[in-house]
């Protein structure tokens, strides 16, 4: 009503502008969908809020690999990259190793090799190798979160630079805390 829009327009048939302003607002006084539902979020966090609106479906087109129909389509050897992305640290390690690049794909390919078997030691070292390399961020526990942070850090090859860890261990297993 506030907008003066009618019910029965199809969002198709609306024009950028009304569709902008239903779901980003206008002014206070349309909130917008979108500020709406953040809203709901926040008073209803950790009370089951509104996860159960939600739910994960894995694209039809890429199977749930997040990547567009070109990048689907690039092989590295016999591997698709997705292929590649879906395996664990430890997986893509073994499949890396297990490539062969004649003379001429080596000028390319042995810098780019020096550069990934070091992150894949950092990682392996911080305990990460079961991790799978197209793990989405938010479903990381803090621990895990912690010690990617501290592998890119390490990686950076930064020199006189000194680390100080404040409560290293917080999030991981015990059976991490020696590594």
């Not at 829009?5 to 002014?27: F, N």
């Not at 430890?90 to 297990?98: C, G, L, P, V």
């Not at 990934?116 to 979160?145: N, P, Q």
Request: glycine residues 10%.
């Amino acid at each position: 009503e506030q907008l003066h829009l009618d019910v029965s327009t199809t969002v198709k048939q609306l024009s950028a502008s009304d569709r902008s302003h239903i779901l980003r607002g206008r002014g206070s006084t349309v909130p917008g969908l979108e500020n709406a539902i953040a809203r709901m979020n926040e008073e209803n966090q950790g009370n089951g809020g509104l996860e159960a609106l939600y739910d994960d479906v894995p694209c039809a087109s890429c199977g749930g690999r997040r990547l567009n129909r070109q990048a689907r389509s690039v092989r590295l050897k016999e591997w698709a990259i997705g292929d590649l992305m879906h395996c664990s640290i430890d997986e893509f390690d073994k499949a890396w190793a297990s490539l062969r690049f004649d003379s001429e794909e080596s000028l390319v390919a042995d810098p780019i090799s020096k550069e990934i078997r070091g992150r894949i030691e950092f990682l392996r070292k911080v305990g990460l190798e079961y991790l799978a390399l197209d793990r989405a961020g938010d479903t990381l526990s803090g621990g895990e979160t912690q010690r990617i942070r501290l592998a890119a850090q390490l990686g950076t090859n930064l020199r006189g630079v000194c680390y100080i860890l404040d409560e290293p261990t917080i999030g991981l297993h015990p059976t991490d805390n020696e590594r």
